[in-house]
């Protein structure tokens, strides 16, 4: 486990926990995009080149600007937050969250005996990415053509505005 | 001799790191072309703004500067030594740490793409299988650089631009992608050593450059139109446009941190310019086959050369456009070209070689632009004049 | 601890932080970014066990990743204008306040 590891890693969680517990919107944004960056790292001390590029171009390239924006369209301006910025059920929710992140601790470490280890780097090129796109999984790559397609209309659709007419309500 | 001059920059690397032990040696041998690629693109910086100012001063009939070095040499110099004496204002209400990090992150994003730019033979400096991904992942990271800037600095304006340019690149990022794609397609590799090697082939005198095919043309214009709106320049500079928006997202910047942002621009610009040239132009091959005597390096940086000088010809030549005509453009003109450019490049693979392929393709990517350009983007008649008034 | 231990770890650790977050926070776009979070940890988890798995050649877990990334996308996306269609209609993100099926 090098250095590299563990220094990526801490600037992963370090930008996930800012991410969920900042005030500022925005700083929360900017924090989950340097998780993603410190993934997209992660990534490629795997091997996954491809992997690791591909999550850098549609995570911080895409997904945190979608963020950022959605984050300036729904701003009440001025107006303080009464409550602080943790819903009423907090302790809920952490108590949630820590006794999966147990569970799931807890099955990593008791399988570990059982787990493979070190084997030799795969030497994946992106031309054999390409051909079992194309070969084995040409029907899920159709198919997820087709999501982005519907998600695309339908995320401009739902976010349209209401046209409106002269008599007034909604068309 | 003429191998040791086309090699001269990786003999010195090896004479240079042969001082070392050999654990060290891979290491110093990536620093040094570090330091290298660090040194040398700031000076072509310098060379750069140099050029556009006189450039454009000849272009609007009147000299450029020409008071501080024989026929203003040492502008460049002036310019440098006055952005870091400046002070750096930061805005009261600004946020401190975002204000910071934003030039930064520009600068870092724009020069990790040059290290997978082939900028001459054997003179790359990683040779990544997916190396094309890479500087497209590298570009899309300036997109959130621009927007920190915006934002931070709490101004209407900062961010009105922020936001402007930010739409600006997501939607012209899309086209770009798409006419490197063709390129990818035909070379079968999305490394970019393969795609120079691919075109180092002559036939006759003439090189097999992928701007002499139809697709290649087609994807070559798409190319530039697209480069040309990533990196926020003229006619497509609505959110830094002086005119319009004080200075857009780096209003609020001053001194050394203006000039990160003026230098992360212009670095942006020849990163995209070598890899226009790499992916259309040939990379380092020579235009003609008795000319492969002269190194390869210098022709790599003679076409981005000429890339840049394209850009500052069309800066001084065409108006800016509106934002709602900059968007209509991408989406409804360059997006469908370069996906009629795909099917193009895909005709001509497969029907095998011959004058008559490229009689089709031409064809093809002719009917395309008339159809989509000169019908489709006609502009409807104006009607009778709407208000709008703020709510 | 195997170095697959330890991504699957940090792997679980993220999931958690962006669980935590998509049920503490009052805002409907962190509920959004908790959830990317998550798919962001299921990602490293398929990437770790295709590179320490048996067979990496047949590329299972990278394609499964790259899908997971492109369907990730497509929610975000769709979920930003859901959130950006629900404030306009009750001028406000807040998540506690939206306890009433009345529209």
Redesign the interface.
Known sequence: MSFAFWAVTALTVAGGLAAVTLKNLVHCALAVSVAFAGLAMLFLQLDAQFAGFAQILVYIGAVAILVVFAILLTRNADTPKEGGVFSRTWLAGLVVAAAVFAVLGWAVLAGAKGLPNEAAAPAVTVQQIGQALMGRYVLPLEIVALLLTSALIGAVIVAMHEAVNEKGGAK | MVEKADQIFVLLQHWLVSFLPAAWQHAAAVLLGVVAIIAVYPTLFALAVLMERKGLGRMQNRYGPNRVGPYGILQPVADGIKSLTKEDIVPFRA?GL?HFVAPLVLVVAVFMGFAVLPMGRNMVLVD???SL??F???G??T??SV??AG?SSRNKYS?LGA?RA?AQM?SY?VPLLLSSVVIVMMT????LERMVEAQNHYTGIFPHWFVFTPWGLAGFAMFVIASMAETNRSPFDLPEGESELVAGYFTEYSGFKFALFFLGEYVGMFGIAGLGATLFLGGWSAPFSFLTWVPSWIWFFAKVEIWICFFIWVRGTLPRLRQDQLMNFAWKFVLPMTLVNLVDAAVWRFMGEGWLRWVVCSAIVLAAYVLMGRVGMRREHLGPRSYRYAE | MSPLAGYLLVAALLFAIGLAGALTRRNAILVLIGIELMLNAANLNLIAFWRYGPHPEALTGMMFAIFSIAVAAAEAAVGLGLVIQVHRHAKTTDLDQMNRMKG
């Not at chain 2, 079968?188 to 490394?191: A, K, M, N």
Request: charged content about 15%.
């Open positions: 946020d975002v990544m299988d997916a991904l890479f497209f992942a590298m899309a990271s997109e959130l927007f920190m934002w961010l936001m930010v997501i990022e079968g590799s999305l490394s």
